[in-house]
């Protein structure tokens, strides 16, 4: 059984649309209306290059004790965002409830035009949305490494990116030093897509756990508007369905987010439409 729910977070980037999205969504289509849990506003101080760090620490803090109730009643995650920084208490609630239940290490599968992996050493635009991977990884601030427990949340041979096509030059440098299998989008184009999902399946196949997390963006904005950082190129809705179809069929995915949708910037609720139908897809793939 799913349990679906979101949080309309857009701390972690700062585009105003992202306020409404999560609600455009549960008002317009049956199966999403969902849970939500709302953006906690703290009081901020100018001590760090991340903006908004304290509201959204707090907020990915109640996302993650949300979301590990709902893990241990035995329900599968459905998480709508929000931006992207709502993965830091999502993956990590993934992540702890693995190992107090089962002693087991989970993986992580990140599909994004981003790679979401900067630091507060790094960032340019301070946006917290694109430092969550580092964070997950124990890496950064403090602030953003606890949720639920102390220290990292997933080590780097356990994550794959699929589809990266904007990737900062520091956070290249990381991805490297880690040694995290990424596959750029360019790659997919080159290898094919079918490749390079029984490589990714290949590697985490050691798992009993894996965390999907989707960011919109890793669609080609031509064909999918509604995003806040939108990227050149990227997925088309087959791919996406590929994607899940075999991620599904051929991993342990225990939990999901499909996150950055921002009506703001949709153009007759295409993109809209197709969360909507990502929700429903999963759904009737699952196998629970
Ligand atoms: N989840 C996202 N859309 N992330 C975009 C991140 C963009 C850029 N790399 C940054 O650090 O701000
Ligand atoms: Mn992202």
Same mark, same amino acid.
């Given at each position: ?25 549960? =008002? ?68 702890? +409830?693995? @190992? ?9 599968? +990140? ?43 997933? @080590?780097?041979? =356990? ?31 080159? @290898? ?63 939990? +999901? ?7 703001? +910037?949709? @153009? ?21």
């Amino acid at each position: 059984m799913f349990s679906i729910f979101g949080c309309p977070m857009h701390h972690g980037v700062g585009a105003p649309g992202l306020k409404y999205s999560l609600d455009y969504l549960r =008002n317009r289509y049956e199966n999403l209306r969902i849970a939500k849990l709302p953006e906690i506003i703290m009081e901020e101080d100018a001590s760090t290059p991340l903006k908004n760090l304290n509201t959204v620490a707090a907020t990915c803090q109640s996302i993650a004790q949300y979301m590990y109730s709902v893990l241990e009643i035995g329900k599968t995650p459905i998480f709508l965002g929000g931006d992207h920084s709502v993965v830091m208490g999502s993956a990590s609630a993934s992540s702890v +409830y693995v @190992k107090d239940t089962f002693g087991e290490d989970t993986g992580l599968i +990140y599909i994004d035009a981003h790679a979401d992996i900067n630091t507060d050493q790094t960032t340019v635009t301070g946006n917290i949305h694109g430092v969550p991977v580092s964070a997950l990884l124990g890496m950064g601030n403090p602030k953003l490494t606890g949720f639920l427990k102390e220290g990292p949340k997933y @080590k780097p041979e =356990n994550i794959v990116y699929l589809g990266l096509r904007d990737i900062d030059p520091p956070e290249l440098t990381i991805l490297n030093e880690q040694k995290i299998l990424y596959y750029t989008y360019e790659e997919i184009c080159d @290898k094919g897509l079918d490749q390079c999902l029984t490589e990714t399946i290949r590697h985490l196949s050691h798992l009993n756990h894996i965390h999907l997390s989707f960011d919109i963006d890793s669609m080609d904005p031509d064909i999918m508007p509604g995003v806040s950082v939108p990227v050149p190129g990227g997925f088309d809705e087959e791919d996406v369905f590929l994607m899940f179809r075999r991620l599904m069929n051929e991993l342990h995915i225990l939990s +999901y987010d499909i996150v950055e949708f921002n009506q703001e +910037y949709d @153009k007759g609720n295409r993109t809209a439409d197709f969360v909507s139908e990502l929700v429903d897809f999963i759904e009737k793939s699952g196998k629970n």
